[in-house]
C-alpha cells in the first residue's frame, strides 16, 4: 500500500494540509510555487483585484497550459503511429519485390 504524508502548502495567502504520496511531494510542492508565481505575476498586472480572482486566473492559466501540451502530446502520439503504419507499408512492399 502506498505511503501517504502529511504536507503543508501555501497557495495565495491560505496554508493547506495535503496527504500526499511521497513520490509525488516534489511535483506537488513545484506545482504549488508554479501557481504562487503566477498569482503574484498577475497581482502586478491586474490592480485592485482580491486574492481569489488571482488564483483563479493563475489556475486557468495553468489548466489551459497543461491542455496546450495534453494536445501536443496526442498529436505527437498519432504521428508516431501514422508513420509506424507508413513503415509497415514500405516494408511489405519492399518484400514482395
Not at 510555487?33 to 493563475?58: C, H, P, R, T
Not at 501536443?72 to 516494408?91: A, Y
Request: glycine fraction near 4%.
Amino acid at each position: 500500500m502506498t505511503e501517504l504524508i502529511i504536507i503543508q502548502v501555501v497557495l495565495g495567502d491560505r496554508t493547506y494540509r495535503l496527504k500526499v504520496k511521497k513520490t509525488d511531494e516534489e511535483i506537488v510542492r513545484k506545482t504549488v510555487k508554479l501557481v504562487n508565481d503566477k498569482v503574484s505575476e498577475f497581482k502586478l498586472n491586474f490592480a485592485g483585484k482580491d486574492m481569489q480572482d488571482y488564483i483563479s486566473m493563475a489556475l486557468l492559466w495553468f489548466a489551459t497550459e497543461q491542455n496546450k501540451s495534453g494536445s501536443f502530446m496526442i498529436e505527437q502520439k498519432e504521428t508516431h503511429q501514422k508513420l509506424n503504419s507508413l513503415e509497415h507499408l514500405l516494408d511489405k512492399l519492399l518484400k514482395e519485390e
